[in-house]
C-alpha cells in the first residue's frame, strides 16, 4: 500500500470505520471498547452469503501488529495476525490466519470450506478495499 505506516495500520486497527469503508462489511458491534483491546461482533457478505463472528482484536502499536481472537461461530479458535512492513514499493500488509477446527473429524470437510471459500474470499477483499481507501486519502491534495 502506498500510504504512511502509520496511517495504514490506525485504518486497519480502526473497526468503527471498516463498514463504511470495506463494502463487504455489514456492520461491526462493539462488546468492550477500549484503546488497545475490544471484543467485537464482525458481519461480513461472502458473495450475498451473511456472515458474523465475535473476536477479540488486540492492537500492538509497538510491533505494527493488529491480532484477532475468534471466540465464537465456526472460526472459533482462529488467530489471525495483521503485519505492516515497510517496503521500497510502499508498505505490505499482511493478514495471517491460523485456523484449526475444534472437531478435528471435520476438519478435512469444513477447513477449504470455512478458509477457502469464505475467510480467503474476505480478507482479500478487506486488503483491496482498504488499499484503496488509505491510498486516495495519500493522493488528496490539501490546500
Known amino acids: 500500500m502506498r500510504a504512511s505506516k502509520m496511517e495504514i495500520f490506525e485504518t486497519a486497527a480502526n473497526l468503527a470505520l471498516w463498514p463504511k469503508i470495506l463494502p463487504h462489511y455489514r456492520y461491526i458491534r462493539f462488546l468492550e471498547r477500549g484503546p488497545d483491546r475490544n471484543i467485537v461482533v464482525m458481519a461480513a457478505r461472502r458473495s450475498g452469503i451473511p456472515i458474523s463472528w465475535t473476536s477479540e482484536q488486540i492492537i500492538d502499536r509497538n510491533r505494527f501488529e493488529i491480532h484477532f481472537n475468534h471466540l465464537k461461530a465456526w472460526t472459533k479458535g482462529m488467530r489471525v495476525v495483521w ?36 475467510i480467503h474470499n474476505v480478507a482479500s477483499k478487506t486488503l483491496r478495499c482498504m488499499k484503496a481507501y488509505v491510498e486516495a486519502r495519500a493522493n488528496k491534495v490539501t490546500a
Open 83 to 118: 503485519t505492516f512492513s515497510d517496503t521500497r514499493d510502499g508498505v505490505l500488509v499482511t493478514i495471517s490466519h491460523d485456523l484449526r477446527f475444534r472437531i478435528p473429524a471435520l476438519a478435512p470437510i469444513v477447513d477449504p470450506i470455512v478458509g477457502d471459500f469464505f
